[in-house]
């Protein structure tokens, strides 16, 4: 099982990135996939889910500003995130649960300047 995360990147604040992650290894399209990030000094936080029916929830720090999205037929997760503010600066990580089957990938770096 592999989990593959892109996109990251130096952006402005006002900015947008997209972040993917490309899954292999598993049934992708029967999995719950989730999107973390964990700044420096704090606790991994769960940013946004998207589930095998295709619905949606998000932590309200990201509300009306990131969107999760997946392409089943690509084995890939995203994240468009928009109106990025420099407290969203983190390491993003993807993560693919069922039952007791959890997956990480290595993490992207977003970082959001002033």
């Known amino acids: 099982v592999q989990l593959v995360e892109s996109g990251g990147g130096l952006v402005q604040a006002g900015g947008s990135l997209r972040l993917s992650c490309a899954a292999s290894?598993?049934?992708?399209?029967?999995?719950?996939m989730r999107w973390y990030r964990q700044a420096p000094g704090k606790q991994r936080e769960l940013v946004a889910t998207?589930?095998?029916?295709?619905?949606?929830s998000y932590a309200d720090s990201v509300k009306g500003r990131f969107t999760m999205s997946r392409d089943n037929a690509k084995n890939t997760a995203y994240l468009h995130m928009n109106s990025l503010k420099p407290d969203d600066t983190a390491v993003y990580y993807c993560?693919?649960?069922?039952?007791?089957?959890?997956?990480w990938g290595q993490g992207t770096q977003v970082t959001v300047s002033a």
């Open positions: 290894g598993i049934f992708f399209s029967i999995f719950t």
């Open positions: 998207i589930f095998n029916s295709g619905g949606t």
């Open positions: 993560n693919a649960a069922i039952r007791s089957s959890d997956h």
